[in-house]
């Protein structure tokens, strides 16, 4: 189908990034799968040439471009394969919160190097026993004066190994109610005393992306290290949670798209019974089945897209997107690795890395239970 939400202006724009990526992502992703984590060079590189949050003004180092140069660079980093580079995490979900929530003296520290790639970013929330209940975190921040000491454990962090600057949830206030009033988040570099990174756990899939434990010990920041102020942590948070989700949806579609593409081109080559595997009903019936989801979804991600843009508030929406299509890929992943037969469980083939990597989509950045909890408190008021 085609898409009206691209000018020419977007497509010039893919063009080069694919080339970027062509150049600088794809020739290296089985080896960044092999080291578990991708290189600091490429962000440098993608900084360079301008793909780092290229919607923020000129004078933060930007381009001041339009949101659907974010959706380019999302789907066409989901086109590669790649899941190590977390560039739409850094442009769209992270920095973000510094440009909404943060001061002057905020935003002109630090989001020239969020620019140029000097700064590698992450989102600390997840605790080793807490996930979705935010409310329960137990890192906690006390007051010492003109400073905050931050003490806790966090895991599951995404790029918290190449990370330099943290967007960190702790509570300041651990006795108030309701909890979530407690929240505060804090900017934390890199280098700062006391922020140690853990193990990068070895896991399931999307082995190129350092997910790690983050440890905090008497880690000491100033005050004016509070992102949105005091006690504000959770309202800043739910504010971000419309375009982290839909990001994460617009990445799911265009992994459908990649796999069908795949899983066309194999079964168009593949023979079995002296004829080609696409030529069975049950094979066309499936493909028939797989590209109504994509093409479906992707019509209401295109929809969300221009809401979004225009500041309506689509938090259930976008909910519904980020469940109805994360898992929508998981079982387009399963179904196209099934046409592979037993080669789809090779890892030389690429449908077994991406069957690997879809896995994980229906669980972070809200798992489908808590998307339909949000979905159904919304319907059923």
């Known amino acids: 189908m085609k898409r009206k939400i691209f000018n020419e202006d977007h497509e010039l724009f893919r063009d080069q990034f694919r080339k970027f990526l062509d150049k600088e992502v794809v020739p290296n992703i089985e080896q960044w799968d092999k080291d578990g984590i991708v290189s600091r060079e490429v962000w440098l590189k993608a900084g360079e040439n301008g ?24 789907e066409e ?23 909404h929530f943060g001061t ?14 000097e700064y590698i970013t ?16 137990r890192t906690t921040a006390e007051k010492d004066g003109d ?22 949830a702790v509570k300041t206030d651990t006795k108030i109610k309701p909890a979530y009033k407690g929240i505060s988040l804090f900017l934390v570099e890199g280098d700062n005393p006391g922020y140690k990174r853990g193990r990068n756990l070895d896991k399931m899939g999307m082995h190129a992306q350092d997910t790690a434990e983050l440890i905090f010990e008497d880690c000491r920041v100033p005050k004016s290290a509070l992102l949105g102020g005091e006690g504000n942590g959770f309202m800043v948070l739910t504010k971000e949670l419309q375009q982290e989700r839909l990001m994460i949806a617009i990445g799911a579609v265009a992994r459908m798209h990649r796999v069908l593409a795949l899983t066309k081109e194999y079964i168009n080559e593949r023979k079995a019974f002296g004829r080609p595997i696409a030529s069975f009903q049950n094979s066309r019936f499936k493909m028939a089945e797989m590209y109504t989801i ?11 897209i221009e809401e979004h843009m225009v500041g309506q508030d ?12 994360c898992e929508g890929l998981k079982t387009i992943v399963d179904e196209c690795l099934q046409l592979f037969g037993g080669y789809g469980y090779m890892e030389e083939y690429p ?5 690997r990597d879809a896995r994980v989509m229906t669980i972070f950045g809200g798992s489908s239970q808590i998307m339909k909890e949000i979905i159904s408190k919304a319907l059923l008021k």
């Open 294 to 304: 994509a093409e479906t979804s992707q019509v209401f991600i295109d929809r969300l």
């Open 51 to 74: 793909f780092l949050c290229p919607w923020l003004p000129d004078e933060y180092g930007g381009s001041g471009a339009d949101f659907i140069y974010s959706v380019v660079i999302t």
């Open 314 to 325: 689509v938090v259930v929406e976008t909910s519904m997107a980020k469940y109805f299509i």
């Open 77 to 99: 980093t989901a086109r590669t394969g790649d899941t190590g580079f977390a560039i739409g995490m850094h442009n769209d979900i992270v920095v973000p919160y510094i440009w």
């Open 351 to 355: 449908i077994c890395k991406a069957y």
């Open 147 to 168: 400073h905050y000491i931050i003490n806790g454990q966090k895991t599951f962090i995404s790029n918290g190994i190449l990370n330099n600057l943290a967007v960190v």
């Open 122 to 137: 992450a989102i600390v929330m997840t605790e080793p026993d807490t996930g979705s209940d935010l409310q329960a975190i």
């Open 104 to 117: 002057d003296e905020q935003k002109k520290r630090y989001l020239p190097k969020c620019t140029t790639g």
